[in-house]
């Protein structure tokens, strides 16, 4: 799109672009639509205004649904894939494109490709995203380490909140996070990096969450509760003004009524100390 005509005044017939999706600079003197009718290929004819290149494929120029690559396939990422699916419905905002695995292992189930392993991810373009997460209680504390291993920047992570999700226009909420529908977030809550928040949480005002810690189904917190980097919160547990220390497990249903320190499995209403995480 650098040609320039000699005269300025007058349509280049050289300046048309096939299979563009974007609005996008260019620097072409040209401002008129163009039409080659002497070839007989099937190509997108693009209206030049100013600075912009206008496909007329897509005449509104909203923008184009991002590409989206999902860490694993089934249990949780599915829930993940069934939320992007409802955002698009709302408004087309991404184009899941396949998935990777640990191993690079196809699922059987998997309606998606599989396009490799978790090394793969540092090969992908660098306009693709990524979303989705591949642990349990009994690996949690390995999620750090595998999405440094990706060599992926945190900007590159998608946040996922289901539109049937509330979220507080006051709270933030970090790159990579998950929340599912159901959750409400109330308002001065900060939630980090690489959270995931299951269905139907509730967190009251001013509560804080560190990177790579997950929420399961049904955790409730009061206000001012405060929870550590890399955490485990089971199945339907409540969290009372108390504060979770790093890398800790809380069971489920369990009732949190006291800081809990780092590095430990508490159970029980009232919650108690049941054993150290070794690692």
């Known amino acids: 799109m650098d040609h320039v005509p000699d005269d300025a005044s007058t349509p280049c017939v050289d300046c048309k672009v096939l299979d563009v999706r974007r609005l996008r600079p260019t620097n072409s003197a040209c401002s008129s639509s163009v039409e080659n009718t002497g070839s007989s290929e099937n190509t997108t004819v693009l209206v ?36 992007i699916t409802e955002i698009n419905t709302r ?48 690996n949690f504390h390995t999620w750090p380490a595998t999405v440094d291993s990706l ?27 998950v929340i599912m529908a159901g959750t409400t977030v109330g308002a001065d809550v900060t939630i980090g990096n690489h959270v995931t928040i299951l269905q139907n949480c509730g967190l009251s005002h001013d509560d804080v ?34 504060n979770i220390g790093d890398g800790s497990l809380v069971g489920a249903h369990t009732l949190i009524r006291e800081d809990v320190p780092p590095g430990e499995v508490w159970v029980g209403v009232p919650g108690r100390f049941l054993r150290k995480i070794s690692r």
């Not at 205004?49 to 249990?75: H, I, K, Q, R, Y």
């Not at 060599?151 to 996070?177: C, D, L, M, N, Q």
Request: with cysteine; hydrophobic share 35%.
């Open 209 to 242: 969450i560190g990177d790579y810690t997950a929420l399961t189904v049904g955790v409730t917190f009061s206000g001012n509760v405060k929870v550590g980097r890399n955490c485990f919160l089971g199945t339907n547990s409540t969290i009372i003004r108390a």
């Open 151 to 177: 060599g992926v920047s945190t900007e590159r992570f998608a946040t996922i909140i289901h539109p049937r999700a509330y979220v507080s226009p006051r709270s933030k909420v970090g790159h990579g996070t």
């Open 48 to 83: 030049l205004l100013g600075t912009l290149t206008l496909d007329l494929t897509n005449p509104s120029g909203a923008p184009m649904p991002e590409p989206l690559v999902l860490l694993g396939f089934g249990g949780n990422n599915l829930d993940i894939l069934d939320a």
């Open 91 to 138: 408004e087309p905002t991404y184009e899941v494109i396949g998935y990777l695995t640990p191993d690079g292992s196809a699922r059987d189930t998997a309606e998606l490709p599989c396009l490799g392993n978790f090394t793969t991810a540092k090969q992908l373009a660098s306009d693709v995203l990524i979303a989705g997460f591949s642990f349990g209680p009994g």
